[in-house]
């Protein structure tokens, strides 16, 4: 498994394997991976004759106040992980290498930003569409991978990516959780022994949000409503958000009809954790 953080031969090598008629795919990643990134990796492979991941924490996806300092970074057991799961080489730059001193160029876009995560997070999808938008300049990928709990970021990249005539077909993966259910976060790593009792309410809230539709309820309100009573019931948790939009737009739905997504964001003490269902096809 190769590992570099040169962009011009992280390029050459990509495009010999294109020449040799090989496909490739890419999973783009922060790094301190954990099995929801390695169910990534292994859809990868199984589609893909070359793999490509990533890491690289994007400083430019942080806000002034936000955790990049903190932001764990461990690329000796990430590189085991990925060699040990049959990856072909990991793109590790440094962030000069990916932004010049005088960088200005961004790529960005109206509508699905600006709900969810973008009303408390103003800059975070401009720097992930511009690193996505670079990563699949460097690699020109087949595939690319990206896992559904951060849900918004997979539907602006699939719009991004539609608008922008990027040749590269999109792949979104299930959200992999804890045996308690919690879902994998690399922010997990962050909770205390009490705290990561209490992220337990961010799934429950929405396995009793999925029975109340389940029984026959469309009013966003009402799934709101019950996702917001058991999240009080815990003294450690405080939501930063809890919506019910369309998927496909990020626009919020008063009632639940087509592909519906609900997404909550919640504060574990001081760390803040996101999780999220989508129904498709609602009616």
Not at 162 to 179: A, Q, S, Y
Not at 201 to 219: D, F, P, Q, V
Request: hydrophobic fraction near 40%.
């Amino acid at each position: 498994m190769k590992i570099s953080g040169n962009i011009k031969e992280v390029r050459d090598i990509v495009k010999e394997w294109k020449q040799q008629g090989l496909s490739i795919g890419l999973v783009p990643t922060m790094g301190y991976l954990h099995e929801g990134h390695l169910s990534l990796m292994e859809r990868a492979i199984k589609e893909n004759d070359r793999v490509v991941v990533s890491i690289f924490v994007n400083p430019m996806q942080f806000g002034p106040t936000e955790d990049l300092a903190s932001y764990p970074r461990d690329l000796d057991r990430d590189a085991a992980l990925c060699e040990k799961i049959g990856v072909s080489m990991i793109f590790h730059p440094e962030p000069s290498e990916m932004y010049a001193d005088d960088f200005c160029s961004y790529v960005d876009m109206s509508g699905l930003t600006e709900e969810l995560c973008g009303k408390s997070r103003p800059v975070h999808f401009r720097g992930v569409q511009t690193v996505v938008s670079k990563l699949f300049h460097i690699v020109p990928a087949n595939r690319a991978y990206f896992g559904q709990k951060d849900a918004q970021q997979l539907a602006i990249i699939r719009r991004m990516v539609r608008d922008l005539n990027f040749d590269i077909e999109i792949i979104g993966c299930p959200i992999i959780r804890e045996e308690d259910g919690l879902a994998k976060s690399s922010r997990n790593t962050y909770l205390n022994t009490e705290e990561r009792n209490a992220a337990l309410i961010l799934n429950k809230s929405l396995t009793n949000a999925k029975n109340l539709i389940a029984s026959g309820e469309r009013s966003a309100k009402q799934i709101k409503d019950c996702i917001q009573e058991t999240i009080m019931a815990e003294p450690l948790a405080k939501a930063d958000y809890i919506e019910v939009v369309n998927f496909d737009t990020i626009k919020p739905l008063e009632k639940l009809n087509g592909n519906v997504l609900v997404a909550i964001a919640v504060f574990i003490g001081k760390t803040r954790l996101i999780d999220n269902f989508i129904l498709e096809n609602v009616n």
